[in-house]
């Protein structure tokens, strides 16, 4: 099946430092990638939807310059949480959808890779 | 804006018992209904997924949900639960007609005790 990985799984980094978090689809290819943010006991939150060579898609409320997200290829988007402090600390998930037929990605369901556990002291 | 509402947050059963978690979604077109499970220590993996036909849904590891398109829900059923099926589980929904953004519902965290 379907592969995503998610690179690291576990960080821990002072305050003002910038992390990078890669995700990566292993056997297919995703031109569509989502990054999650989600908090204990809660849901989901989608922070962006990312497409491969073009610029993602923040939701409301999310900065573009605090969570740069770059989708190089087909197989590879990251996410770098920059000068980050303490209130970034959360778990973040991405997830990619294969492409179905015809190109088309609105009823495939997502692919989730296993998540990155950020710490900032 | 599409919405999804989980109303069970928590639920607890003995095995062998049976489980309905309820899921509601606010969105008048045309949709796509997707149920995840995170089991303990892993990563989110797709249940089952309603897009067109038959409103019952068959899944893994003998779960089902129905659509019910009055009510705007999407049901996850299963006869008997087995200490296994101990997760999380989360309701998704994205509006079909080529819109791919996809809601998440808050998600119910089961435990089945032994």
């Known amino acids: 099946g379907a592969v995503v990985s998610q690179h690291p799984s576990w960080v821990i980094c002072k305050s003002g430092t910038s992390v990078k978090i890669e995700c990566r689809s292993l056997d297919f290819q995703a031109t569509t990638m989502f990054w999650y943010r989600q908090f204990p006991k809660q849901s989901l939150m989608l922070m962006a939807t990312s497409n491969e060579g073009s610029k993602a898609t923040y939701e409301q409320g999310v900065e573009k310059d605090k969570f740069l997200i770059n989708h190089a290829s087909l197989t590879l988007s990251t996410l770098t949480v920059t000068s980050a402090h303490p209130e970034d600390s959360s778990f973040y998930i991405c997830?990619?959808?294969?492409?179905?037929?015809?190109?088309?990605?609105?009823?495939?369901?997502?692919?989730f890779g296993d998540g990155t556990r950020l710490s900032i002291l | 804006a599409q919405s999804v509402s989980q109303h069970n947050h928590h639920v607890i059963l003995s095995e062998a018992a049976s489980l309905e978690l309820g899921c509601n979604y606010s969105?008048?077109?045309?949709?796509?209904l997707f149920w995840y499970v995170q089991y303990p220590g892993q990563h989110l993996q797709l249940l089952l997924k309603y897009f067109s036909g038959d409103p019952l849904v068959k899944g893994i590891k003998g779960f089902e949900a129905e659509f019910i398109k009055s009510k705007f829900s999407f049901n996850l059923r299963k006869p008997s639960v087995q200490w296994s099926d101990t997760a999380e589980y989360f309701c998704?929904?994205?509006?079909?007609?080529?819109?791919?953004?996809?809601?998440f519902g808050r998600g119910t965290s089961l435990i089945v005790h032994p």
């Open positions: 969105y008048g077109g045309t949709v796509n």
């Open positions: 997830s990619a959808k294969v492409l179905g037929q015809g190109n088309r990605v609105s009823n495939q369901p997502q692919h």
């Open positions: 998704a929904v994205n509006a079909g007609g080529g819109s791919y953004i996809p809601t």
